[in-house]
């Protein structure tokens, strides 16, 4: 089960979900995951390594304490549908590492690396046909970039980091099976196709990381085989700067310099907000999860100007950042120390290992290198976790690990009944058949939320609201299910009211979350604007003020109060209004087209012609701003 660990995860899709790369993988990584460390320590005593130990509980521990006191009292034990980062998935990794280092590298290691091997090849595999243009099913969203099976370019690139370097190393060890070997080093060619095409520089850095590490750890051996080695380098740089030249990876680099252009320097603005948020949670942090609710507090003008907040930033992009954000500096700390030690460890297989571990150790390091650089992942981080164990049971010194477990019962064999003691892998079963049920019933509930959005496309609102209603009673915890069911239900004509209910249910389960609040204000402006009663256009103004209160940055709560003070014949405070959130939002053409409008109320033509100007230069084919130019006329 632990060597399915990584086709399952990277592979597993469903085409007929909503969110079809999603609740499919988080199915096979909460059950295999558990179940499989359960099998392992109900026969075998746990091992670990005292000080790698000791830095795991201690993050556990500022985890669960940040959870505790965080921004998010259900998420940040669970997890978002989105990301599975609570405090249940960091156990799950701790539960990933125990197991790895408790296997045996010499008779545990085939099945793992077959499991790699069959991953590369598949995951390679897709990502190749994708870019000769055969997408099957979802895959292939993700425009210039490859995103395989992951529906992420970021995701699929740092597979590919992490299985890279394992396929080859397998590949090179003549001590290994042929069919094995044969199977790594065709998924090694395809999954570079895959680390290429997706265009993630995180990745890119990560195997270079890992590519200088290794030469400096094998530099003897290099020397002695510097007549072989220096052709193979030749050929070797040779080889990227075709790549560079000829694919779009020249152009990936060149943009990592544009401050405008997704992650690069851009990434800067992202540390400097986080950097914020935690000096003012440094102990406790925001609680997993929780950074979404205050990326508010510590936003500032230029980054709502240069980023915007579509998609709402939920992470730092840089690991340690994330963590600390989850459970303060200390748990930022203590990832730091679990990432430095399992380094030490890597840094042997890199110097003595056979071929497999130092393409172990390569791929565990391009992995924790390109996570400084990107995010922990709920489809990645089990399978890396995992195998940073087998790289610390692989080389550890003899005497170096310590054991944890039961007596031998007498007369018995030790090996066959020395395991974990009986409650460990009792818990692990447990919590697999748990994952199992919720699992599997997220994945029918993501195909009800699949039909309920295929029927608003169509515009059948009965039958959405019917389809989103049975996905949100199927798995209640799924925020986004309840806002799809207030559009449903809206687009039904059951009113603005039944909008609000069903986001109202949703926020009494993340009661902070941005995008929710946000969808509730826009309800509460649409039944002011519908209705146009006091009562109503009271009630809205003061939902929005509320919001502002917290989020005076926002630009689409600005937006709001404007059609507000429009409603309730308040000119000035519409324009006001208007004016804040045209300079929040500078590449958005709404407010300057309401503006326009407003001023063409108030006869302010030569105003109105300034704002229309400066939405037709944002968005010249937008229907709403051409309507609002034929209005005004030229000039």
Known sequence: ?????????????????????????????????????????????????????????????FLVLGAAVGLDPTYAWIG????????????????????????????????????????????????????VGWAPGPVGLGGSRLTGTFGSAAYLGAASALLLPIAAGTAADRRLGRPLRATAAVGAVLVGVACVGAGTRSAWVGLAAAAGATAVARRRGLRRERGRAAPIAALGLAALAVVVVATPVGGRLSSAFDERSPGGIGRLDEWRVAARVIAEHPVTGVGPE???????????????????????????????????????????????????????????????????????????????VGELFLFPTSELDPVAWLLGGLLVAATADPGELRTWGRPADRGASPARHRGAPRPVPAVLGLVAIVALAAGATGVVADRHAAAAARALARRDGAVAAAQAASASRLRPDVLRYRLLEARARVAAGEGSLAGLRAVDDGLAVSPGDPIARLARARLLVARAEATEVPAQIGRAQHEVDRLLAEDPLSGELWLLAGELGRL??????????????ARLLPRDPVAPTQLALLYLAADRRADARRA?????????????VRRAAERIGPG
Do not use: C, N
Request: no cysteine; net charge positive; charged share 20%.
């Open 1 to 61: 089960m632990l060597a399915a660990l990584a086709p399952a995860a990277f592979l597993a899709l469903d085409p007929g979900g909503w969110y079809p790369f999603g609740p499919a993988k988080w199915l096979a990584v909460s059950v295999l995951l558990p179940l499989g460390a359960g099998g392992l320590l109900a026969r075998r005593r746990a091992r670990f390594e005292p000080r790698l130990g000791v830095a795991v509980v201690v993050l556990l521990a």
């Open 612 to 624: 229309i100007r400066a939405a037709v230069a944002i968005a010249p084919t937008d229907p709403a």
């Open 290 to 368: 929780g950074y979404r609710v205050a990326f508010a507090s510590g936003v500032d003008e230029r980054y709502q100007r240069e980023h915007g907040r579509d998609p709402l930033p939920d992470r730092a992009h840089s690991a340690p950042l994330d963590v600390a954000l989850a459970g303060g500096v200390g748990a930022g700390l203590a990832w730091l120390a679990v990432a430095g030690l399992i380094g030490r460890f890597a840094w042997r297989g890199l110097r003595r290992g056979r071929p497999w571990v130092v393409g172990l150790a390569a791929g565990v390091v391009a992995h924790g």
């Open 568 to 581: 309730d014949d308040r000119p000035a405070a519409a324009e006001r209004a208007w004016r804040r959130a």
């Open 80 to 131: 978002t549908p989105e990301r599975q980062l609570g405090v249940v998935t960091w156990a799950l990794l701790a539960v990933a590492l125990l197991a790895g280092t408790s296997l045996d590298p010499d008779g545990d290691a085939g099945p793992l690396l077959v499991g790699l091997a069959a991953a590369a090849v598949g995951v390679g595999g897709v990502a190749a046909a994708e870019a």
